[in-house]
């Protein structure tokens, strides 16, 4: 029997959600982060990396694996139960973890970098679709940007990976250790204090087969857009995640620790503050036109497009910060409306199974840039070539988003 809830008692629940599940996205994050800005202790420790070819790869392998589990994820949460999935998702990714502080090799590092590719795809796609199920229309987007906020939080402190790792009293592998038992213990009242969203919040209909499931979303021409749209500015977002804190380090010849966090903090913070403008406006604009949402998103592209040129084409660390942080700005915008556009254009039984096949097409994408991005290093080829790229697809991106028919919200 579904649980029934009065408006007051079940706004406080829907926030209750949101807040339960932050310091799950912010771990997430940061457990995948931090690997980044620690690139020159870790490399050190494992002379089997070898390359930066290499280390692209790895990269690559989590996002590969992660992209391929996700659709599965997000079935397994529209199917089941959405509470089950994100809380067997951090216990198991966190375990991943701390044996990542254990691991003496390449191959090892690989391994263990797929394990967490495949645990942690399980818990986005339920996190935000367990979000949409308990916020309406009026509160959505702002839920999902507190949210994301979590996500540019926990990338933040991935930021500060150098200085930990660089410290001789901690190290890189005593910080994945603490990380991953920090998970592990969390998971534990969170399964008891998360609740899947009754069904008076949800459309009750059948839950389809994979493949009905699968041919419904591809089918839905507005879905491939936003999936294109999710997909081509990901490239330039996933570069600037996994190699902005060596590409700082070597273009500006600054330190381990200091190039983490000129990479991450600011750009993430203005992430925040973009997520927080991007959401209210959203939310407010769609109370009077159903494209709301879509017109903030691009708004948000617009201000991504020059500052993916302008970080290729920084001559100084300060010129480039300040272009991450317009990076950072547009961002928040994005981030905290696709789940929301999605909500306007496949129904709810399918939310979660969306934004996997989301993830897959846009995150394994993105694992090739790293890998085309460690390739291209090795090459030599000049930074501002590879940035202007970047740039350009996110400028074909804006046209797709305003191509997409949205429809009242489910």
Not at 201 to 208: A, E
Request: with cysteine; aromatic share 12%; proline share 4%.
């Amino acid at each position: 029997m579904s649980l029934r809830l009065n408006p007051a008692t079940g706004y406080r629940t829907a926030w209750l959600v949101v807040a339960l599940l932050m310091p799950v996205a912010l771990l997430n994050y940061l457990d995948r982060q931090m690997l980044a800005s620690m690139q020159a202790s870790v490399m050190s420790d494992i002379p089997s990396i070898g390359s930066e070819k290499n280390w692209g790869f790895m990269l690559g392998q989590f996002k590969w694996v992660y992209a391929f589990l996700s659709p599965v994820g997000g079935y397994v949460a529209d199917r089941f139960s959405r509470r089950l999935t994100i809380c067997g998702s951090l216990f198991v990714w966190s375990a991943v973890t701390w044996w990542t502080g254990q691991v003496t090799s390449f191959d090892q590092l690989l391994l263990a970098r797929s394990l967490m590719g495949i645990s942690e795809a399980f818990y986005i796609p339920a996190g935000l679709a367990l979000i949409a199920d308990y916020h309406t229309g009026t509160t959505r987007s702002r839920a999902v940007g507190l949210h994301q906020v979590a996500i540019y939080g926990g990338v933040i402190c991935g930021g500060f990976g150098g200085y930990l790792a660089a410290s001789p009293d901690i190290g890189w592998r005593y910080a994945f250790e603490m990380c991953g038992l920090s998970g592990m213990v969390y998971a534990i009242p969170l399964v008891a204090l998360l609740r899947d969203a009754p069904k008076s919040h949800v459309v009750d209909q059948p839950k389809p087969s994979p493949l009905r499931a699968a041919r419904e979303l591809c089918s839905n021409f507005s879905f491939v857009l936003l999936v294109l749209y999710f997909t081509l500015p990901a490239l330039a977002g996933w570069v600037v995640r996994d190699w902005m804190p060596s590409i700082l380090k070597a273009q500006f010849q600054i330190g381990q620790g200091q190039a983490g966090v000129a990479a991450t903090f600011y750009w993430q913070v203005a992430a925040i503050l973009g997520a927080f403008l991007g959401g209210l406006m959203a939310d407010r604009w769609m109370q009077t036109n159903v494209r709301g949402r879509i017109y903030v998103s691009a708004i948000g592209m617009t201000l991504i497009v020059p500052a993916i040129f302008g970080v290729g084409n920084a001559s100084s660390l300060t010129m480039a910060v300040a272009f991450l942080i317009l990076f950072g700005l547009g961002w928040g915008f994005f981030d905290c409306n696709n789940m929301p556009i999605l909500s306007q254009i496949v129904r709810p039984e399918l939310r979660a199974t969306g934004y996997g096949l989301m993830n897959m097409v846009s995150i394994s994408c993105g694992g090739f840039a790293d890998w085309g991005f460690g390739a291209l290093r090795d090459s030599k080829v000049p930074l501002n070539m590879i940035f202007s790229l970047f740039a350009g697809a996110a400028i074909f991106s804006i046209v797709l988003v305003l191509l997409i028919r949205p429809r009242a919200e489910f």
